[in-house]
């Protein structure tokens, strides 16, 4: 298979723990997506990233949630001291574009859903 | 006012029905339009990418863009009880930025 995958695909976890999602993208794209999904809205930015540099991080991304993208491949997302609104749908998304491309399609993996209790 | 309105529905339809879903948008610098289709619990699908104006066909689906209007279209002909799903619409202003989604509109198609 060689879509985007995230892992885990669910997380259940008590408030005040932390925890981290992996999002491994299509393999030759070169930016790479986080949104958040609660139920009944559509998927919110948090953050993306060119190759291994953070672009921009959303005003919804507070300091408690931070990720990464080390080598430019794969990226995880961590957030500590959860809280109950916390809970919703983590979607991981990539795409490849150059400045002359005309085709920047973002592709959806299947999403990690974080329960806080 | 949010940048991009959606109707939740939900909208049910019997199978063989032509179904038409909407957005509009405030953000006039929007280029770039998705539609995609999510299934209960899953990730989205794309399933249309439109540039700017003008209407795009695949199969059963046609994507239609109005930028005067600030509205966009998605038409399903023959619809099936397999396209019961979320439709959300989505768009940028460069393309390879973040998108901004609508809130998705709930299909049911019934046999």
């Known amino acids: 298979d060689t879509g985007v995958s995230q892992d885990p695909r669910h997380k259940i976890t008590k408030r005040g723990q932390n925890v981290t999602f992996r999002c491994d993208p299509i393999?030759?794209?070169?930016?790479l997506y986080w949104y958040r999904q609660t139920l009944g809205q559509g998927p919110e930015f948090l953050t993306y990233?060119?190759?291994?540099?953070?672009?921009?991080k959303s005003r919804l991304l507070s300091d408690r949630f931070s990720a990464e993208r080390p080598k430019g491949s794969f990226s995880t997302l961590e957030i500590q001291r959860t809280e109950q609104g916390d809970s919703a749908m983590y979607l991981c998304?990539?795409?490849?574009?150059?400045?002359?491309?005309?085709?920047?399609?973002?592709?959806f993996g299947p999403g990690t859903r974080l329960t806080v209790t | 006012q949010k940048e991009v309105e959606q109707d939740p529905g939900p909208l049910s339809v019997p199978e063989g029905a032509i179904v038409s879903l909407n957005c509009t948008y405030s953000?006039?610098?929007?280029?770039?339009f998705m539609w995609y289709r999510q299934y209960s619990r899953k990730g989205p699908e794309l399933l249309m990418y439109?540039?700017?104006?003008g209407n795009k066909e695949d199969g059963r689906f046609t994507a239609q863009v109005d930028k005067s209007s600030k509205y966009i279209s998605l038409f399903i002909r023959d619809s099936q009880p397999s396209d019961s799903a979320t439709y959300l619409c989505?768009?940028?202003?460069?393309?390879?930025?973040?998108?901004?989604f609508g809130k998705g509109t709930r299909l049911s198609v019934i046999a």
């Open positions: 998304a990539s795409s490849f574009g150059t400045f002359r491309a005309r085709h920047y399609e973002q592709y």
């Open positions: 393999s030759e794209h070169n930016r």
């Open positions: 990233f060119q190759n291994e540099a953070q672009l921009e």
């Open positions: 953000n006039s610098a929007f280029q770039y």
């Open positions: 439109t540039y700017s104006s």
């Open positions: 989505a768009m940028s202003e460069y393309g390879n930025t973040p998108l901004v």
